[in-house]
């Protein structure tokens, strides 16, 4: 579970609730006046409308299914990586490339397991490495794809928002006749307005951001990997191969993982 992202949707929402709460004298029953269907419908349908004009089905699909992915914790870090490049290193080095292959039938991230198969056939270095970043290629591509699907639900709600409220003000002003119900009529309009922020700010643009970090941080990943496995095939000394991937890492992660090494 992704701690952060949890905390945020909680916290968001209670203090979204108690705002409205308080501001409304401390009496729950006016809570209901920041409920209006109309305006829902106007605001969740259009965007989703948008959404579906501006993106290939498949996308608005894979993107609204990733939103999990947000509240999930990343299956193999990268300080986790290089442990496992270098524990496959020594016993690479101790029995030979053809033990590599029943090691990595437990590990659970395909990436590293489709490179050591390669080095366990025998592919050639250079073809390796170009497979590897040739899929590294395209999984950058299909997170820019379902990372876009969000960045366009933070960019359209908003703008469905002020339709919302414009369609109101139309609304109130063809009848001013009852100057008491203008307020009422004005609170209901600008209530659009608060529903395309609200999925704005609170998800689909936080969602965006959180699903980008999540993608540089598994790119990251991957290439330390790729540098890992040639490294493995190349019969580099497990020492050196460590020292040579903790370069990707911030000095801290660095320590980390020097730490854990001594432990052992």
Same mark, same amino acid.
């Given at each position: 579970?992704?701690?952060?992202?949890? *905390?945020?949707?909680? @916290?968001? @929402?209670?203090?979204?609730? /108690?705002?409205?709460?308080?501001?409304?004298? %401390?009496?729950?029953? /006016?809570?209901?006046? $920041?409920?209006?269907?109309?305006?829902?419908? =106007?605001? $969740?349908?259009?965007?989703?409308?948008?959404? /579906? *004009?501006?993106?290939?089905?498949?996308?608005?699909?894979?993107?609204?299914?990733?939103?999990?992915?947000?509240?999930?914790?990343?299956?193999?870090?990268?300080?986790?990586?290089?442990?496992?490049?270098?524990?496959?290193?020594?016993?690479?080095? &101790?029995?030979?490339?053809?033990?590599?292959? @029943?090691?990595?039938?437990?590990?659970?991230?395909? $990436?590293?397991? &489709?490179?050591?198969?390669?080095?366990?056939?025998?592919?050639?270095?250079?073809?390796?490495?170009?497979? /590897?970043?040739?899929?590294? =290629?395209?999984?950058?591509?299909?997170?820019?794809?379902?990372?876009?699907?969000?960045? %366009?639900?933070?960019?359209?709600?908003?703008?469905?928002?002020?339709?919302?409220?414009?369609?109101?003000? #139309?609304?109130?002003?063809?009848?001013?006749?009852?100057?008491?119900?203008?307020?009422?009529?004005?609170?209901?309009?600008?209530?659009?307005?608060?529903?395309?922020?609200?999925?704005?700010? %609170?998800?689909?643009?936080?969602?965006?951001?959180?699903?980008?970090?999540?993608?540089?941080?598994?790119?990251?990943?991957?290439? #330390?990997?790729?540098?890992?496995?040639?490294? *493995?095939? @190349?019969?580099?000394?497990?020492?050196?191969?460590?020292?040579?991937? &903790?370069?990707?890492?911030?000095?801290?992660?660095?320590?980390?993982?020097?730490?854990?090494?001594?432990?052992?």
């Amino acid at each position: 579970m992704e701690l952060g992202s949890l *905390i945020g949707l909680i @916290a968001g @929402a209670i203090f979204m609730f /108690l705002a409205m709460f308080i501001g409304a004298g %401390y009496d729950i029953m /006016l809570l209901g006046a $920041f409920v209006d269907i109309p305006s829902m419908m =106007i605001v $969740f349908g259009g965007t989703f409308a948008s959404l /579906l *004009i501006g993106n290939p089905l498949p996308n608005v699909i894979n993107g609204l299914k990733v939103f999990k992915k947000v509240m999930e914790k990343q299956e193999l870090s990268s300080q986790e990586g290089i442990e496992k490049i270098v524990e496959l290193a020594n016993l690479a080095r &101790k029995e030979g490339l053809l033990a590599l292959e @029943a090691a990595v039938e437990d590990v659970d991230d395909d $990436f590293l397991k &489709k490179g050591v198969v390669l080095v366990v056939d025998g592919t050639d270095p250079e073809l390796v490495r170009n497979i /590897l970043e040739t899929e590294l =290629i395209y999984l950058e591509t299909r997170h820019k794809d379902v990372r876009g699907v969000w960045e %366009y639900l933070g960019a359209m709600s908003p703008a469905w928002g002020m339709i919302g409220t414009l369609i109101g003000l #139309v609304l109130m002003l063809l009848d001013l006749s009852d100057p008491d119900t203008i307020g009422p009529k004005m609170a209901v309009a600008l209530l659009t307005t608060m529903y395309g922020s609200i999925i704005a700010n %609170y998800i689909a643009i936080p969602v965006a951001n959180k699903l980008k970090i999540f993608s540089d941080e598994e790119m990251l990943i991957k290439e #330390v990997l790729i540098e890992g496995i040639l490294s *493995i095939q @190349a019969g580099e000394n497990p020492r050196i191969i460590e020292e040579k991937l &903790k370069s990707f890492l911030s000095p801290t992660l660095r320590s980390d993982i020097g730490e854990e090494n001594g432990d052992d």
